[in-house]
T-cell receptor, first 115, second 108 residues
Framework: ETGVTQSPTHLIKTRGQQVTLRCSSQ?????VSWYQQALGQGPQFIFQ???????GRGNFPPRFSGLQFPNYSSELNVNALELDDSALYLCASGSDGQGHNEKLFFGSGTQLSVL | QKEVEQNSGPLSVPEGAIASLNCTYSDRGSQSFFWYRQYSGKSPELIMS??SNGDKEDGRFTAQLNKASQYVSLLIRDSQPSDSATYLCAGGDYQLIWGAGTKLIIKP
């Protein structure tokens, strides 16, 4: 167990809807990263938060947004869902504040299906 | 385009043998490299990290890094059926770039 928890575990939405995924980081970790993992692919970096501010972003459109709260919990919001957004969404926490050379500890993920 | 390349496999290895997993990366500025294990339907689990050229051993696992050749490998000694999983290689500096993973099958 990594101490990183995600909810919900599974979610089904329809195209055009909005979704919010939640993550609770491991105690003592102040950085959270979100990843999208399509079937048979490696995780794709969405963005990272450090001390409640976005600290880096991958090649994802603005309809993917996030928040980090003072207790280091985090949310991933996706607006205007598309069929290609169907994937496993992973939250990972770390303790290196600047994100360099960082070991990541993953939650169990949220499997999102967009119909 | 920064990339991390892995052979998708599957790589089939007899129980008790050495499994050798390989990874190449394109970004010469990468400083940190990680191997993660991912069982089907589960999230990635950190196996090894390596930052310097050479070998790093942890139990049955040895990670090898060659920055001149932009090459990272993971050796698993005395392979067990429970080692059957997809192994993900990740490297980078500020942002990690991930390979698509190699599926490893350990045959009893």
């Amino acid at each position: 167990e990594t101490g990183v928890t995600q909810s919900p575990t599974h979610l089904i939405k329809t195209r055009g809807q909005q979704v919010t995924l939640r993550c609770s980081s491991q105690s003592g970790h102040n950085t959270v990263s979100w990843y999208q993992q399509a079937l048979g692919q490696g995780p794709q970096f969405i963005f990272q938060y450090y001390r409640e501010e976005e600290n880096g972003r991958g090649n994802f459109p603005p309809r993917f947004s996030g928040l980090q709260f003072p207790n280091y919990s985090s949310e991933l919001n996706v607006n205007a869902l598309e069929l290609d957004d169907s994937a496993l969404y992973l939250c990972a926490s770390g303790s290196d504040g600047q994100g360099h050379n960082e070991k990541l500890f993953f939650g169990s993920g949220t499997q999102l299906s967009v119909l | 385009q920064k990339e991390v390349e892995q052979n998708s496999g599957p790589l089939s290895v007899p129980e008790g043998a050495i499994a050798s997993l390989n990874c190449t990366y394109s970004d010469r500025g990468s400083q940190s490299f990680f191997w993660y294990r991912q069982y089907s339907g589960k999230s990635p689990e950190l196996i090894m990290s390596i930052y310097s050229n050479g070998d790093k051993e942890d139990g049955r696992f040895t990670a090898q890094l060659n920055k001149a050749s932009q090459y990272v490998s993971l050796l698993i000694r005395d392979s067990q059926p429970s080692d059957s999983a997809t192994y993900l290689c990740a490297g980078g500096d500020y942002q990690l770039i991930w390979g698509a993973g190699t599926k490893l099958i350990i045959k009893p």
